[in-house]
């Protein structure tokens, strides 16, 4: 079994996202620790790129901020490595379709699959062109992780069908970023998932609040949150882990509460 | 699986928020392409609103002065909004309009694609709004004005170099945000499909003219055709139709900035290689680990790091040649052009000018150049000016 199947296997998931080398890969280094002692069941690491056309102006300024200090795709390998001999909490990479390929996509999947990378997020592939990555990760045992989202429609099915690792389910119309209020009917992105196939479903994109967390975890198997925790990051720098730490505790309980009454729509 | 490419290049590399909405405007335009009607509304659009066909004008003192190849210039500069743009953005707009869209968005670099795109929204009594690098709307600003009177909303953007990369980012990050009531009217040869392929049929009328006038004129076939290529839209639709004619050499011209052995460069085909942005396959200036380059240029609208996928195949084929030309060398045909033919060209088209000055005089004055003018070069006018040390005020 994959290991982020694992990660869901404990109620639902609370998947945090930070961005590499942000402020320093030393303290993403230590986000990790914090946050899987926090109660993180799955961390996505973004690999920096200078044009992040899905990112909202929080990850954006997250991915400028690492880039201008010279972080490479090399440098974070090798915090991967330093993580792998601490921990083994299942983790995959963010990033985009140029980042990998431009590294080489075979030596870029061997190497993440080395350093002990349980998947791969790309936003700019699509179904369509997953032929130039998928083969090679399924090659290593690295999962390419599928998106859907609120305009995908029947398209889900064909996309569920062909998935691996988890869903990762797209909750608003957008760039990534914190939004006050999410009007897509998750639950039936994510029933007509389970009708093709039983994967997990995490759903991503503006969750900020306990509150928005509970309510997506009733009707999904896992949430995401990225510009929330990246903002954390930016307001306390160097200082951030406890106040990350605190966070994704607070979050994770959120997700973990069970018996809550079923999502109103 | 994988849609429009041209050889390997091209793709649809879009976030999935995007995908039907690209899949909807590529059926649309197959039906549409083939729709007698709106083959008739386009055309009478092209002439009788942006003065379509555009002349091939015999340059007889530059071909004089330069002393071999007789020089023809397709001036896409008299079209309305003053260059090129125009076609892309009637026959996109007007698609936009058949499938029931109320709002249009788009990216600009030196603007002209903006005020196209601004003008004919204004004509269509569509909503518009314009992305375009902060860097760029204070080295055009006279175009941002014409676009906010033309009743469009232009947005500087401040994100990465604030230029024209930018500017397709952001735009692309908006039409994820609203997609229902929104089409993205891309402005180059660019993008994800079908983009490539709708920007390329719509310019395409340039070559298919300067084919008839080229008959009319000389009773042959030019000999060279040439245009400037940032994202390649103008050299596109001025290659398309002599594609399958071997004996017509065609030439791209890419923005060197300060040179090739600079980093101040956005010549894509001399320094970049093969990568996935912006929705394509394609070659782009990067770095060693994939980050895309802050390209350079003098010109706004080919200061861009990479290049469309089809000219990126024509590049691979060898159908197609791409030569470098720097600021220097754009600037000297700029001023060039305007003294011996009375022609202001944009600095963008002032690059394929350039190379025909360096070729022209090699040649046989048996034989023909066709240089494309897409664009006038009043919107260039300060700053040149500023360029050579003169401060002017708009």
């Not at chain 1, 390929?101 to 002990?116: I, M």
């Not at chain 1, 996309?159 to 998750?186: H, N």
């Not at chain 1, 975890?217 to 605190?246: F, Q």
């Not at chain 2, 139709?241 to 004996?247: A, K, M």
Request: charged share 25%.
């Amino acid at each position: 079994m994959s290991k982020i199947k694992k990660a869901f296997e404990n109620g639902k998931a609370f998947i945090p996202f930070i961005t590499c080398g942000d402020p320093s890969l030393e303290v993403t280094e230590q986000l990790v620790y914090a946050m899987e002692e926090a109660g993180a069941d799955l961390i996505e690491l973004g690999i920096p790129f200078s044009d992040p056309t899905a990112e909202g102006p929080v990850i954006q300024g997250a991915n400028l901020r690492a880039l201008s200090q010279g972080i490479t795709t090399d440098d974070i390998f090798a915090m991967v490595r330093r993580i792998r001999e601490n921990t083994q909490i299942p983790m995959v990479f963010m990033t985009y379709a140029n980042v990998v390929f431009s590294y080489g996509t075979d030596r870029f999947v061997k190497t993440a699959a080395e350093c002990g990378m349980d998947g791969l997020i790309l936003p700019d592939v699509p179904y369509e062109e997953k032929e130039d990555f998928d083969p090679t990760c399924r090659k290593y045992g690295l999962d390419l992780v599928s998106l859907i989202a609120p305009t995908s429609s029947e398209r889900i099915r064909t996309i569920a069908a062909d998935a691996a690792g988890f869903i990762y389910c797209v909750s608003s119309l957008g760039v990534t970023g914190v939004r006050s209020d999410i009007q897509t009917d998750i639950g039936a992105m994510v029933k007509m998932v389970k009708e093709t196939r039983d994967i997990p479903c995490a759903v991503g994109f503006g969750i900020s609040t306990p509150q928005q967390a509970a309510k997506m975890a009733d009707v999904a198997d896992g949430v995401i949150v990225g510009s929330a925790i990246v903002k954390l990051c930016a307001k306390y720098g160097t200082e951030c882990v406890p106040y990350v730490k605190e966070y994704v505790a607070e979050m994770k309980k959120a997700v973990g509460q069970k018996g809550r009454s079923p999502l109103s729509h | 699986m994988s849609k429009g490419r041209f050889g390997i290049h091209g793709g649809q590399y879009m976030p999935e928020t995007l995908m039907n909405a690209v899949i909807e405007l590529e059926d649309a335009y197959n039906y549409y392409k083939n729709d007698p009607e709106f083959n008739r509304e386009l055309t009478e659009l092209y002439n009788e609103y942006a003065g379509r066909p555009s002349r091939l004008t015999y340059a007889a003192r530059m071909t004089e002065d330069l002393g071999g190849a007789k020089i023809y210039l397709k001036r896409e500069d008299l079209n309305h909004t003053g260059s090129h743009k125009i076609n892309n953005v009637l026959g996109q707009v007007l698609l936009a309009k058949k499938m029931g869209k109320t709002r249009v968005i788009a990216e600009t670099g030196a603007g002209q694609h903006g005020v196209a795109t601004a003008t004919v929204a204004a004509l269509m009594n569509m909503e518009c709004e314009v992305f375009m690098g902060k860097e760029d709307t204070i080295r055009q600003a006279l175009n941002v004005y014409r676009m906010k009177l033309l009743g469009t909303t232009v947005h500087p953007v401040e994100t990465g170099t604030a230029t024209l990369k930018d500017a397709v980012s952001e735009a692309m990050r908006e039409w994820t945000s609203r997609i229902a009531d929104t089409h993205y009217v891309l402005g180059s040869v660019m993008g994800p499909h079908p983009f490539p392929t709708i920007v390329r049929d719509f310019q395409a009328v340039i070559s298919r003219e300067i084919k008839q006038q080229m008959m009319e004129k000389e009773g042959r076939l030019p000999d060279v055709v040439m245009a400037c290529v940032g994202g390649g839209s103008n050299a596109m639709g001025a290659f398309y139709h002599f594609i399958d004619d071997p004996g017509v050499q065609l030439i791209g011209c890419e923005a060197a900035g300060r040179g090739v052995n600079t980093k101040d460069t956005a010549a894509t085909i001399a320094t970049g290689k093969l990568g996935i942005f912006h929705g394509m396959k394609s070659y782009f200036c990067q770095d060693e680990y994939g980050q895309i380059a802050p390209v350079y240029s003098i010109s706004a609208g080919l200061d861009y790091p990479g290049i469309g996928p089809e000219h990126a195949n024509l590049y691979d084929t060898g159908r197609a040649q791409y030569v470098p030309v720097t600021d220097d060398e754009a600037v000297e045909a700029f001023e060039y052009l305007s003294r011996t033919e009375g022609i202001i060209p944009a600095i963008e088209s002032a690059h394929a000018v350039a190379h025909a000055m360096k070729i022209a005089g090699n040649m046989g004055k048996d034989k023909i150049i066709v240089i494309n003018i897409s664009g006038r070069g009043d919107k260039d006018c300060a700053a040149i000016a500023r360029y050579r040390g003169e401060e002017i005020y708009e």
